[in-house]
């Protein structure tokens, strides 16, 4: 593996860290992008990655993403992630999951985690048994907040489809708008489920045929192959699956008026923000849409180190103001002439310390 501090996405990391522990077959990586605002919260991420380059690359790119996401969110919380290599059969064992918790509470309270892709409820309890510095548990009690954040996050890019089809297509009515969905796991099918419920007119994929099947049947959608949902002539295209899809072929591929959806660093490459804005699609910035998620999982976390109840209202009331922040991103967009993505970005990094005013 090269030396972290040469790759195109080190962006002065305070902490990249290689966690080798040879009795469990443990290899993984925490990164550390910002502490300004507080310890780096974000989520482990369980993946086979054919080349650990791609580890790395994807540790650093996320843990940048949670910096800004965090900030944008108004949470006391810094920026981190933390990816587990997976082999190629998916290996994962108790043992492991142990050994990542000693790691994680090794730092001290520097870095937070809690649930990524790969990675659940009843894993982030093993991990619980040896820090404490972890979130996404099981709520205790029925109002009361915490487990998988996957129904936060797709609470939260739902509102935030619904300001998107009002400024782009001013309508606040869901009806018979064409969303083509892209993935099927956790948040695409709660997304599914919520756009359904108001009418919208959904096509679906993933690579999950079982999976896929099953929510078509639920919600009345219909099924495109994996290789062709971002070609479908839709209003809104809702990237729900892994990241960096909206690359030159992506882009040129589109037949929409807007991308939002869930994924993580939808925009493979910074100049895919302004390629979107020049065909004029609408972007809903990943780390601001997508926040429901770690609003929840911070929300837990805070509340059981202070040792107060916090209720699930109190997460929905904050996921609720997601809509505003996109407006916000968007007016600048349209005041400066800057496309939504550097507008979010220059905001995120002034919350940071690490910027001028947006």
Known sequence: MAAFWTEPDFDDHELVQLVRDARSGLTAIIALHSTHLGPGAGGTRFWHYGNPQDAMRDALRLSRGMSFKNAMAGLPMGG???VILADERGTKTK???????????ALGGRYVTA???????????????RTRYVSGLAPQGEQAVGGDPGPFTAMGVYHGIRAA??????SNDLRGIRVAVQGAGSVGAGLARLLARDGAVLTLADINADAVAALADETGAEIAP???????????????ALGAVLDDDGVARLDCAIVAGAANNQLAR??????????????APDYVINAGGIISVTLEYLCR??????????VRARIAQIPERLQQVWRESEASGRSPDQVADAMAMQLIGRGDSA
Do not use: W
């Open 80 to 82: 981190g992630k933390a």
């Open 95 to 105: 043992a492991m999951l142990e050994a990542f918790g000693d790691a994680v509470d």
């Open 115 to 129: 649930e990524d892709v790969g990675i659940s409820v009843d894993d982030m309890a093993i991990v619980a048994q």
């Open 165 to 170: 089809v009002a400024h782009k297509l001013g």
């Open 226 to 240: 994996t290789d062709a949902i971002m070609s479908m002539s839709c209003d809104v295209f809702s990237p729900n």
């Open 270 to 283: 910074p100049e895919h923000g302004p390629m979107l804005a020049d065909r004029g699609i609408l972007y």
């Open 305 to 314: 180190m202070q040792g107060s109840p916090c209720g699930i209202n109190e």
